[in-house]
């Protein structure tokens, strides 16, 4: 009987090991290639960007010119009248007639109202009556003190009955003194029923209607008169300004300054500083101003909110650039400089004083230099540009409009 020989066991398990060992090499390996791949495609993107084949931005430039940059102080203001009057009946009596118009533009002097002056006039004539029947009185107290007189040098009368008629005498003058004064103030009252206007101005809403008796010194006025023309505006100074102010060789004489609506857009009036107050508001850290204007077509209106700027000193031959061109980095300001061959370069510039839509640079810029004033964000040193078309004379080269562009003019390529 013969015997069957097995060959020797090997167990599955040992080739499946041995399949995973083998898939995951390939896995790997596929792994490094897309990785070197990607790293290549990498490098090729960065060196085509360091190169000249990186795309172009478009941006909108300036040119840096030399002019003369104001130093002001800008505030809120609050345009005050110079004399606000409250007009009043200053004796009582019925107010027979308003002769004025809501919102009358009305000078010192008109006739507001009249109150019924029968009364006054009466009064009037019996103090001059008391007055003529007292002269009258005090003339015959004279003539016998004249008499008297003679006597008492003749021996022919007794001096106690001189003595008594120079007191009669002096009774008498002093009864002539309060007539005349009683005949001047019915005089006065008279003429108070004519109610005028203390000041020049614009009257406003009528409080009382003719027909209604009023009293002296009411608390009720017949019409409010405001003075308009000139007209103050009272704004807060920060009290950072005020020795740039005091100051000032033109200070005692009135510093210039400008009232805007607002918004700040449109100018109002012209006028001069006035003067400043002479404690600062710890609450708020500023000093109250006085502002002083010419106001004859009335653009500026009491209680009116509006923007004041005060000038208080001017820069000459500054360099200056449009607001927008500025950029801030950790180092400080700088500006997008535009290169002959049409590439940027980074100029570190210190920034001066300047107004909303210019600013002055007093180191690291020449006039005549272009700046960039638009799409600046993008840019990287020595990255090239793009100028806009172009356009008609008067229109601005910058892609957004930007105000430096439209003020400096562009370089267009």
């Known amino acids: 009987m013969s015997q069957t020989i097995q060959p020797p066991y090997r167990p599955a398990r040992l080739k499946r090991t041995w399949r995973t060992l083998v898939g995951i090499l390939i896995v790997v390996a596929v792994a490094i290639g897309v990785g070197l791949l ?15 084949n990186r795309p172009s931005i478009t941006v909108g430039t300036a040119t840096a010119t030399t002019g003369d940059v104001p130093i002001t102080v800008t505030a809120l203001g609050t345009v005050t009248p110079e004399a606000t009057v409250s007009v009043i009946s200053r004796v009582t009596g019925q107010l027979n007639a308003v002769r004025f118009t809501e919102g009358q533009l009305i000078h010192q002097g008109d006739v507001l109202a009249i109150i019924d002056p029968a009364p006054f006039q009466a009064a009037l004539d019996q103090a001059q009556g008391t007055l003529q029947h007292d002269e009258a009185n005090l003339a015959g107290a004279q003539v016998d003190l004249d008499r008297y007189k003679t006597l008492v040098g003749q021996n022919s009368l007794a001096r106690q009955t001189y003595e008594d008629q120079i007191a009669t005498v002096k009774q008498d003058a002093g009864v002539v003194a309060s007539d005349k004064g009683m005949v001047e103030t019915a ?69 210039p300054v400008q009232a805007f609506d607002r918004t ?40 009116q909110f509006v923007n004041v700027t005060v000038l208080v000193d001017t820069l000459k031959s500054q360099v200056i650039v449009p607001t927008t061109a500025i950029r801030h980095g950790p180092s400080g300001d700088f500006v997008w400089v535009l290169q002959p061959d049409k590439t940027v370069t980074q100029r570190t510039v210190k920034s001066g004083p300047g107004s909303g839509e210019t600013t002055s640079v007093t180191s690291g810029l020449k006039a005549g230099e272009t700046v960039i004033t638009d799409g600046g964000d993008r840019l990287r040193e020595g990255a090239p540009v793009t100028l806009p078309r172009t356009h008609p004379a008067g229109a601005s080269n910058s892609t957004s409009g930007g105000a430096g562009a439209g003020v400096f003019g562009g370089a267009g390529g």
């Open 38 to 52: 990607l790293a290549r495609c990498a490098t090729t993107a960065s060196q085509s960007g360091a190169g000249g």
């Open 187 to 255: 005089r006065l009252n008279l003429v108070w029923t004519k109610i005028l206007s203390p000041v020049t101005g614009r009257v406003g809403l009528r409080q009382i209607d003719a027909g209604n008796q009023i009293s002296a010194n009411g608390a009720t006025p017949i019409a409010v008169v405001t003075q308009l023309d000139p007209i103050d505006v009272i704004f807060a100074i920060p009290e950072d300004s005020i020795p740039s102010i005091v100051r000032h060789a033109n200070f005692g004489a009135g510093l």
């Open 264 to 303: 700040g857009g449109a100018a109002l009036a012209s006028g001069s500083l006035a003067t400043i107050d002479n404690v600062v508001d710890t609450t708020t850290g500023t000093v109250k101003g006085k502002a002083r204007f010419a106001n004859p077509s009335g653009s500026l209106f009491p209680n």
